[in-house]
C-alpha cells in the first residue's frame, strides 16, 4: 500500500486552526493528481479497440481520480486556503514516490499496462487498510497488512480535524465552488458546511478503498483497489449469495498482452532525438502533449482560483490530451527496437496563460 509519511499524518492531528490544514489538503491534492500519470499512461498503452473492458474499468478509475482532485480543490476553497494547481513541481518526478510517500516505499514508474504493475503498482496505491479477502473461485490468494497509515488514514484525520476546528458553516468564498454536469450532483457538489466537506471526503475514500465491509462505493461501483484486482485475476467480483462475504471473483475479464503497446517506460522529451525530419515530428507529437497536459493544469488551476465556469475550456483539452497520447503509444522510439513513444507528463509554460 501507499505509504504515508507519519510526520504529515502528526502535522494533521496537532492542527490548531483551519489555516493549518491548507498545507496537508494541499497535498491532498496533489497525490490524488498524481496517480493519474501512471493510471493514464497504462490506458493509453491499450491498442485502439482492444482489451475494451480493462480499458474502460482503468478510463473510470481516471476520472475518479479527477473527480477527488475536485473534491479536495473545493474542500481547500471551502476552508479559506487556494490549491496550487499551475505550478512545475505539481507533476511528480517518475520514477519516483508519490506526495506523501515514504521514499523507500513504493516507486512509481510511467509504464505499459501488465498484470505485474497493476498488482504491484496500482493495487499498492489503492489498498486500504484491512482489505477484505473475497473468495476467488478456483484459485486463492492472500493479501498482506501495513503498519504504516494508508490513504484512507490521512483523509479521515483530516475529516476528524475539519469536524474540530470548523463553524457549522466554513469560512471560505462560496462562489469558489465548482460543480459541472460532468458529474452526478451526489458526488461533486458545492462544499458550504463542515458537514459538506466530511460527506465528500467519505466519497473520496470510500470510491478508492470500498468501506470497512463492502467493496461498493457511494453511487454504486466496485472501489479502485478490487476493480484494479479484477484485471489481476483476470475474473470480475460478483455478488455471491454463497459466500460469507457476499462477494466472490468468478468470470472472466478478458485481458490480452499482445494488444498494448511496449511503450518505453518513464518517457522524457530530452530522450527523444531531433534529427531526422521523422524525429523531428516524433517530438513535437510529444512536445503537444506536455503542451496540453500543462495547459489543462493551467485551467484547472483558474478554475479553482476565482473562475469556477473555466472548466468547460478545460474539457475539451482531456480529449486532445487523449488523442495525442494513443498517438505516441502507437509510434516507434527513434533508436529503441520493440519500443514505442511514451506520454510525456511534463510541466512547460512555454504557451502558459494563453488560450
Known sequence: MLLINPSLLEGVRNSTKLEDLFFYVQKAIELEHSTIPPYLTAMLSIMPEKNKEVYQLIHSVVIDEMLHMAIDSNILNALG?????????????????????????????????????????????????NPIDFPIKMSAMGMRAE???????YYAAIK??????????????PSLQMTTSFYPPDQLFPIYTKEDAKRAIDIIVEQGEGTTSSPIRPGGGIAHYYRFNEVYLGKRLVEDPGSELGYAYEGTLPFNQSEVFPISKNTKLSELPNGTQDEKEIKLMA?????????????????????????????????????????????????????????????????????
Open 160 to 173: 476528524d480535524k475539519i469536524d474540530e476546528l470548523a463553524n457549522d458553516k466554513l469560512p471560505g468564498d
Open 287 to 355: 512536445e503537444e502533449f506536455a503542451y496540453y497536459y500543462s495547459k489543462l493544469l493551467h485551467g484547472l488551476h483558474r478554475t479553482f482560483n476565482g473562475e469556477p465556469s473555466f472548466i468547460n475550456n478545460t474539457l475539451g483539452l482531456m480529449y486532445d490530451i487523449k488523442l495525442i497520447g494513443q498517438k505516441l503509444a502507437a509510434t516507434p522510439f527513434p533508436g529503441r527496437p520493440g519500443q514505442t513513444v511514451g506520454a510525456p507528463f511534463e510541466f512547460t509554460d512555454v504557451f502558459r496563460g494563453k488560450a
Open 81 to 129: 486556503g487556494h490549491p496550487a494547481i499551475d505550478k512545475p513541481e505539481f507533476i511528480p518526478s517518475y520514477p519516483g514516490p508519490l506526495p506523501m510517500g515514504i521514499n523507500e516505499g513504493l516507486i512509481v514508474n510511467l509504464e505499459m499496462l501488465t498484470k505485474d504493475v497493476v498488482k504491484n503498482t496500482f493495487m499498492e496505491i489503492e489498498e486500504p487498510e
Open 147 to 153: 503498519q504504516f497509515a494508508t490513504i484512507g488514514q
